[in-house]
């Protein structure tokens, strides 16, 4: 068992990561002082639920907590205002009170959902994640909650800490093989913005992670974790360093965006993203190497480092036009330096990523 | 022109009140440090539309400031996820970012639908009041900002303190009679909890207040709006004293809930609410006193001080069930020790509510 600690003054929490933890998760709310008083709402996605919902459930209620399950669509698509509003039907129907928490078993979407949710459910109550995939190793940490509006991702959010974030890595036993390099986008990611050794062993390691060989892959979780949890606590709510963490994000989001928020899953769209932002680093005068240091990467974890042809450029500008970091009429973007080394720019104009998403339609440079 | 101050650190804010303030909107903004490089999202409803959208436009757009208006219908129905999501719309079409504010020119519903907005729109931007009824004293400070859920008031929401509230107390000249009174519901509400000679000043001055008088219509303000300050000030996020201000509100947005949003406004629900607040604290050992006083002074202002007898009294039960004050299987409830000082207590039983509300319908005690 390995834990880690999201250091935020008052609001600071473990990151507990290790095996079988689930099947003693009251101990660990109890431990957080969540009293078995209030009931709480367990959100989860249908696919999660049937493998990994019984003993979560056991163990709670073993320990005199009262649950209540709410049950999404397993997919991006349930990170919606819609959505939104049955689990807060749910949660005021189970009579969720100002103790009561609300917790999260699943991947980044049920995460990111069921945390807006305990952000605004009565102006915020408590909060607990079980992250279940291994891209939430990245989602679960940091308290950015969010759904999606069909014009941007993660538009309607909040910041808003869990209090807890309880990793069972036996879960990720039964993740489908695309959802596990997907999450390993993020993984790389963390490596690419701050650890060039990390990176490194990545590479080194592709095997061993891919077949999620136990110990590399309570490494790689643990290392990542690390890196978001030191970004998070130097600047909880984005104004500076926290950015670094976007790297890829920009034409990532615009990509899910425009794809629909499903047929590219969260960590190829951002894989093909970092590609991008590399794409414009070179074009701007820095290194081929990191272009090529990137794809090799993200490719050995077959992760696209293309993008299909029939994504329409001028509409990924417009989803561009929507999003975060696009400010006093130019993008800023997140472009490598090197290998564990990024800078924040705030001069992107449209036509450089016009040429960088050219390019990456062709995947030529 | 009148000038308090909320004080809460890094987020503290001025409330302005005077004459004539919106003809000079710009001005304040700039002086807030809100610049005229980032799009402004103004959310009105109708009614405030058509009386007093000119003036404000008018000092914005002179500023050079660029300005999308989203017009909602005036009434509480519009504080939904419904209007929510189409006003989100509206600020992404206009391309908000995160220099840009939301401002809001009405009553409580627009102030609170707008700052949920601001709240949450790119995780929370900068946030505007300007209040244009006399309920909006109470409502435009202190930051809570909501919607509602149909099944309870204001149950999604956050804190969210807005950058300055410009109160100009001119446009309170078109407010209708029954708005009016309503408005002086909370002001009233805030004798009654604080300060014994506000509230014997308001008996004193209900014609002068009814009756708009420009300076005993200022001073009930400045007080009002003082009392709230100071509360808000010591406790942002109520984890204590700030729940004195819900005096009369359990009751109250219950009655909201079950009327359907709209047949009883705010203002007159806590009305009502207030009366049986005090009906519960007799019940439990005090003077009747404090009933009498709190029924003339509502009386006085032509607010209601009984409860329409077909609205069902095991309804209002259940929506108290699922509101922010019911803890643990007991009701927190403020309750009045005598004008001017109110006490907290968390064991209420719902068969003391029901009581209360069979004497409301009754009139009698
Ligand atoms: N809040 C943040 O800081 C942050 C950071 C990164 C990503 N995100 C968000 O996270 C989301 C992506 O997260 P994700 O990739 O975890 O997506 P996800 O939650 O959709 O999970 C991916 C798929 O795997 C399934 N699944 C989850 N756990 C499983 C398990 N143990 N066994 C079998 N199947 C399982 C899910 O049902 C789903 O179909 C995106 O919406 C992204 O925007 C948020
Ligand atoms: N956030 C808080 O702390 C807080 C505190 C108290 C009340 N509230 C909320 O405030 C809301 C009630 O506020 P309200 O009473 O201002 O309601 P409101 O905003 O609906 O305004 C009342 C009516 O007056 C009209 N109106 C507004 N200004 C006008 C003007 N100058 N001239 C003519 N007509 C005008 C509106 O169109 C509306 O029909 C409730 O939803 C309540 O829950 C919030
Ligand atoms: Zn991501
Ligand atoms: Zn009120």
Redesign the interface.
């Known amino acids: 068992m390995r834990t880690l600690t999201v250091d935020l003054g008052e609001r600071s929490y473990p990151i507990i990561i290790g095996r079988g933890l689930l099947n003693t998760a009251a101990e660990y709310l109890l431990q957080q002082s969540i009293s078995n ?2 009931s709480l709402l367990l959100v989860t996605d249908d696919q999660v639920a049937s493998l990994h919902l019984a003993p979560v459930l056991k163990s709670l209620e073993e320990a005199g907590f009262s649950v209540t399950v709410s049950i999404v669509k397993s997919g991006e698509q349930s990170k919606s ?1 819609a959505v ?2 049955e689990v ?2 749910k949660a ?2 189970a ?1 969720l ?3 009561s928490a609300v917790l999260a078993l699943g991947g980044g979407v049920v995460g990111d959902l069921a945390g807006f949710v305990a ?6 109550i408590r909060f607990v994640q079980l992250p279940t995939t291994i891209l939430a190793h990245d989602s679960s940490v940091g308290g ?1 909650v ?1 759904v999606n ?1 069909p ?2 991702k993660n ?5 808003h800490q869990p209090e807890l974030v309880l990793y069972d890595v036996d879960t990720l036993k039964t993740l489908p093989d695309r959802e596990v390099r997907a999450g390993y986008s993020e993984m790389i990611k963390h490596g690419l913005i701050w650890d060039a050794s990390f990176a490194a062993w990545c590479l080194a390691h592709v095997t061993e992670l891919l077949e999620l060989q136990p110990e590399a892959l309570a490494y790689g979780l643990e290392q990542g974790c690390a890196v978001k949890a030191m970004v998070v606590s130097q600047d909880e709510r984005e104004n500076g360093l926290r950015a670094i963490l976007n790297l890829g994000h920009t034409i990532g989001h615009a990509i899910e965006a425009v794809a629909g928020y499903g047929e590219y899953v969260h960590g190829e769209a951002i894989a093909i993203g970092m590609i991008g932002s590399a794409l414009i680093a070179v074009a701007r005068g820095r290194d081929i190497q990191v272009y090529e240091d990137t794809r090799r990467l993200l490719k050995a974890f077959g992760l696209p480092v293309s993008l299909s042809p029939h994504v329409d450029t001028e509409q990924l500008i417009g989803a561009l ?2 999003d ?1 970091k ?3 009429n130019k993008i800023v973007f997140v472009l490598p330096i090197t290998v564990g080394q990024v800078e924040i720019v705030s001069d992107i104009s449209l036509d450089e990523v016009r040429n960088a998403i050219g390019q990456l339609k062709r995947e030529a440079i």
């Open positions: 008083q209030s205002l939104f509003e807060m039907t005021i129907e009579g009170d100002r103790n952000a605004t459910y009565m102006r915020g950015k969010a509006h014009l941007a538009m309607i959010g909040a910041f036009l929507h975060k696009f400010k006093n």
